[in-house]
């Protein structure tokens, strides 16, 4: 059940980015119960391949791995990118916790600010979501698919093959290198990826003892938000390469969600909001895609795919 030394096998993946948010999670862990946490390092196919994540069919390829870990009992619990998921609950595995998110938004990692790059800029990003969102901004600038660590996309500013970087702010703050951030891109102008910002605690579905553990971890807001989120992700029928955006915030009375479906070239975009209570949350976000869908959001997908 766990290791020799009695402590907990939290598996995470390999990059430094994930590693640093499982010591999160192993840290506040052993701060509230007093119990160890050792990690295990775990490659996914994810971190091997070299093809583009829009090219890999969506969500997953940084999670099977991490999910075989805990099948065969090498690990007894991982932590994930909650936006890595798939939407598709798998029966084998619970969501134990998700803790309280971090920064929910994008962040340009440039020396000017986005209004201000040249047109014909070159803007580094792996996400057809922010392509598409920032083509509707700044149409005039370049586009440039990007994979690799935040290390890596971060150089290619410095070393002046990239005007700018797009990533996940939160990432950023992880890592220590929110000083390098020259704008944050509100919602109003970049919906972020359901469950951005947001990790999640994954066991196995028959181990109670552990889900009972592993709730001192979770945040009933956070949780609430991002099971919206990620409800109309599904009910989209869109993996992590579709250009959705969506963000949904808890007040502890009233659970609001806006989101946006925008064409691939940046030109055509279904963007609506609802609001409910966060007990209705899944049912909120199953909603909300059904307007959306009714007012071509369904389309503007298809066209991502063709």
Same mark, same amino acid.
């Given at each position: 059940m766990t290791s020799p030394s009695g402590a907990l096998r939290l598996g995470s993946r390999r990059s430094l980015l994930a590693t640093t948010q499982s010591q999160m999670v192993a840290d506040d862990y052993m701060r509230r119960t007093g119990r160890a946490v050792e990690l295990v390092g775990v490659t996914t196919f994810g971190d091997v391949t070299k093809a583009h994540l829009a090219q890999l069919g969506g969500t997953g390829v940084f999670v099977s791995a991490l999910r075989d870990k805990l099948i065969d009992d090498e690990i007894d619990l991982a932590v994930h990118s909650l936006k890595d998921l798939p939407t598709q609950q798998d029966p084998r595995f619970v969501l134990a916790a998700i803790p309280a998110r971090h920064d929910h938004r994008d962040a340009l990692v440039s020396t000017h600010k986005f209004a201000d790059l040249p047109a014909g800029a070159?803007? $580094?990003?792996?996400? +057809?979501?922010?392509?598409?969102?920032? $083509?509707?901004?700044? +149409?005039?600038l370049e586009y440039v698919a990007l994979r690799g660590n935040a290390d890596t996309r971060i150089a290619k500013v410095h070393s002046g093959e990239l005007d700018a970087v797009v990533l996940a702010a939160a990432g950023l703050g992880r890592l220590g290198r929110d000083a390098e951030i020259a704008q944050i891109f509100e919602v109003e102008e970049l919906l972020p990826a359901p469950g951005q910002g947001a990790l999640a605690v994954e066991c196995r579905a028959d181990r109670a003892d552990l889900i009972e553990l592993l709730r001192v971890l979770d945040d009933p807001g956070t949780r609430s938000a991002v099971t919206a989120e990620r409800a109309l992700l599904s009910a989209l029928e869109a993996g992590c390469a579709a250009p959705v955006g969506a963000f949904a915030a808890d007040d502890g009375q009233t659970l609001n969600l806006t989101a946006v479906v925008v064409s691939i070239d940046g030109r055509e975009a279904v963007r609506k909001s609802a609001a409910?209570?966060?007990?209705?949350?899944?049912?909120?976000?199953?909603?909300?895609?059904?307007?959306m869908i009714a007012e071509g959001a369904d389309r503007l997908m298809g066209e991502q795919s063709h």
């Open positions: 070159r803007v $580094g990003t792996g996400s +057809p979501r922010r392509v598409a969102m920032l $083509g509707a901004l700044r +149409p005039d409910g209570s966060p007990s209705e949350a899944a049912n909120l976000g199953r909603l909300l895609a059904a307007e």
